[in-house]
């Protein structure tokens, strides 16, 4: 629920969750189930414009800050064992 609602910017993810980070080409958790490494391909900021509807830009981008889209290309993919 931490990594889900709060913003590295703001807080220390590592040192609230208890997390390992480990490091694999990509920095990631130790803990997780499931590691998706990719390497950017193309990146492109959001824009108003773009929207099909404003639903996305009343209820999330109220203040203009809209996120950037970003494709990757798949470059290794980590599964812990149980």
């Not at 990631?28 to 900021?45: S, W």
Request: net charge neutral; charged share 30%.
């Amino acid at each position: 629920s931490i990594c889900g609602s709060k913003s590295g910017r703001d807080v220390n993810k590592t040192e609230l969750t208890g997390l390992t980070l480990e490091f694999d080409k990509a920095p990631y958790f130790k803990e997780a189930n499931t590691v998706i490494i990719c390497k950017k391909q193309y990146v492109q900021r959001m824009e108003k414009e773009c929207f099909i509807n404003n639903m996305p830009d009343e209820k999330w981008y109220q203040d203009g800050d809209y996120h950037y889209m970003i494709f990757g290309k798949i470059e290794k993919v980590l599964v812990r064992e149980n």
